[in-house]
């Protein structure tokens, strides 16, 4: 599934080229994603406007359009976007395609449908819902250790749940819980409430560091992700602990562990995270 590392890989290969591009034409292939995609709202916002520019909220790709106008892009399980050359075939699970002035086309593709794509104007994006629980971003000068100590005061809930809840921080999937909290050497199934503001330190340096390497190593492919260009991303290797049970811990040489926390595979040095 594409995390913020993936997203934000994705966001940066298009930020290259679409900006300054003209939408000529929108072609919807199939509308039953998560929510049915709205043909003729996307026509009538899109078409003869120039795109601005790509941001992301979370894991939410955003791709601004003159006239306060939004295309909101959620990759699901298994999207990706694509931008090709117009000439270029088609290939399966392609569900809609923007097509553009510049000779090229971009290509919402996703196999399992769990994605979404929508146009929404300024107002309706400030007024979603789906946007106005979501906590800070990890990687912005703004986010602070303070801001892990406050919320997790009087928390019961293992600190691994905690990270992952868009309320507290967004973009924190399960690959990047469990590395951080190996690099910063908590144990995932700690309370969060009982942590020290000097491992909220770590903890908050970690979450920072592991979300730069892997989109500096442009994303992690482990079955479906690829970038704008079509390529793999490269940062399964940079991994510690995910995926990895049975192999030994990098620092003591135990073997890491795997647990179930939430539904969700935790992997962890028993040694290291405390
Ligand atoms: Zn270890």
Known sequence: MPELPEVETLRRGLAHSLPGAEVRAVRVRETRLRRPVRTRRLRSRLVGRSILAVRRRSKYLLVDVEGDTHVVVHLGMSGTLELTPATSPLQTHVHVVLELDSGLELRYRD?????????????????????????????????????????????????KAFLMDARVVVGVGNIYANEALYRAGVHPRRSAGRIAESRWERVH?????????????????????????????????????????????????????????????TFYCPRCQR
């Open 111 to 159: 196999p399992r449908r769990f994605g979404l794509v929508d146009v929404l104007s300024t107002a309706e994006l400030m007024a979603d819902p789906s946007f106005t629980t979501l906590g800070p971003e990890p990687l912005s000068d703004t986010w602070r250790t303070t801001d892990l100590v406050d919320a997790a005061r009087g928390r019961r809930v293992p600190v």
């Open 205 to 265: 340096g970690a979450v920072r560091e592991v979300l730069l390497e892997a989109i500096e190593n442009r994303g992690t492919t482990l079955r479906d992700f690829h970038d704008s260009a079509g390529n793999d991303g490269g940062n399964a290797a940079a991994l510690r602990v995910y995926g990895r049970e049975g192999e030994a811990c990098g620092t003591c040489a135990r073997p890491i562990r795997r647990l179930v926390l939430g539904g969700r595979s």
